[in-house]
């Protein structure tokens, strides 16, 4: 048998290759995919109520908030919930924001960050919104922190669930060390709204994004005179049990 030349070996996995379909139309907003649950646009003013995915390092799809977003809306009223997906990531319908996951390394840096926000940003002028509050987790977390502070007033409310919110320390207690530029929640503090409400939820058991992340980040919100709480609650850094009812609950609280 003829073997196959080395260009026609790559041509035949690009042929085998399926990409993901890029965000266009309904359900994309400033190039990022997202799902929504609850009253369409046009139908009142409602609060937009964000839940914003981590990092999943382990790869594969990034779309484990929706189930969140879509059990949310179950028993609320005027009330919105989009599951976005960050830039570069991509759900299991084979949708893909626009931009690039960094190698799901070093992702909440300034570009994405602004990203996300352009997002949120338009879906408030699509629906109309009186507000918008937003759940984060670790990655996601560290997205919607710098947001709070870059963004003043774009959202209402934050929760922070296992929040990297200082990226130099998070590196460190990791035994990493320098080339990130993702942006630290802590130092867009002196940014974030008066009366901004913040809930930091980290896990006890939580060996990446250690609790006294959260529990110094608080501190120093309060100490701008945030109305801002921490939360340790049982488990560890995947958004289930614990850390997630916690999260969900905190949100729930803001979106009113």
């Given at each position: 048998?003829?073997?196959?030349?080395?260009?026609?070996?790559?041509?035949?996995?690009?042929?085998?290759?399926?990409?993901?379909?890029?965000?266009?139309?309904?359900?994309?907003?400033?190039?990022?995919?997202?799902?929504?649950?609850?009253?369409?646009?046009?139908?009142?003013?409602?609060?937009?109520?964000?839940?914003?995915?981590?990092?999943?390092?382990?790869?594969?799809?990034?779309?484990?908030?929706?189930?969140?977003?879509?059990?949310?809306?179950?028993?609320?009223k005027?009330?919105?919930?989009?599951?976005?997906?960050?830039?570069?990531?991509?759900?299991?319908?084979?949708?893909?924001s626009?931009?690039?996951?960094?190698?799901?390394?070093?992702?909440f840096?300034?570009?994405?960050?602004?990203?996300?926000?352009?997002?949120?940003?338009?879906?408030?002028?699509?629906?109309?919104?009186?507000?918008?509050?937003?759940?984060?987790?670790?990655?996601g977390?560290?997205?919607?922190?710098?947001?709070?502070?870059?963004?003043?007033?774009?959202?209402?409310?934050?929760?922070?669930?296992?929040?990297?919110?200082?990226?130099?320390?998070?590196?460190?207690?990791r035994?990493?060390?320098?080339?990130?530029?993702?942006q630290?929640?802590?130092?867009?503090?002196?940014?974030?709204?008066?009366?901004?409400?913040?809930?930091?939820?980290?896990?006890?058991?939580?060996?990446?994004?250690r609790?006294?992340?959260?529990?110094?980040?608080?501190?120093?919100?309060?100490?701008?005179?945030?109305?801002?709480?921490?939360?340790?609650?049982?488990?560890?850094?995947?958004?289930?049990?614990?850390?997630?009812?916690?999260?969900?609950?905190?949100?729930?609280?803001?979106?009113?």
């Open positions: 048998m003829k073997r196959l030349s080395l260009g026609w070996a790559v041509l035949a996995l690009l042929a085998a290759w399926s990409p993901a379909r890029a965000c266009e139309g309904a359900g994309c907003a400033n190039g990022l995919v997202y799902e929504t649950f609850g009253p369409a646009p046009g139908a009142g003013r409602p609060v937009l109520a964000f839940f914003i995915h981590g990092d999943v390092s382990a790869g594969g799809p990034a779309d484990y908030m929706v189930a969140h977003a879509r059990q949310f809306v179950a028993s609320r005027n009330v919105v919930a989009i599951a976005l997906l960050r830039p570069g990531y991509y759900d299991r319908g084979g949708r893909q626009a931009g690039s996951d960094n190698g799901r390394r070093d992702t840096h300034a570009g994405n960050n602004r990203a996300v926000a352009g997002a949120i940003r338009e879906l408030k002028q699509r629906y109309g919104a009186r507000g918008a509050v937003a759940l984060g987790h670790s990655g977390a560290g997205t919607i922190g710098v947001i709070a502070g870059s963004d003043p007033g774009l959202l209402n409310g934050i929760v922070l669930a296992a929040c990297p919110c200082d990226v130099a320390a998070w590196n460190a207690s035994g990493r060390r320098g080339g990130f530029s993702s630290s929640p802590v130092d867009y503090l002196s940014g974030v709204a008066p009366g901004t409400a913040i809930v930091a939820v980290t896990g006890q058991g939580d060996d990446n994004t609790p006294e992340l959260a529990t110094d980040y608080v501190a120093k919100a309060q100490a701008r005179g945030l109305p801002a709480r921490v939360q340790l609650v049982g488990g560890g850094h995947n958004f289930n049990g614990s850390l997630s009812s916690a999260a969900v609950a905190a949100l729930g609280g803001m979106a009113r």
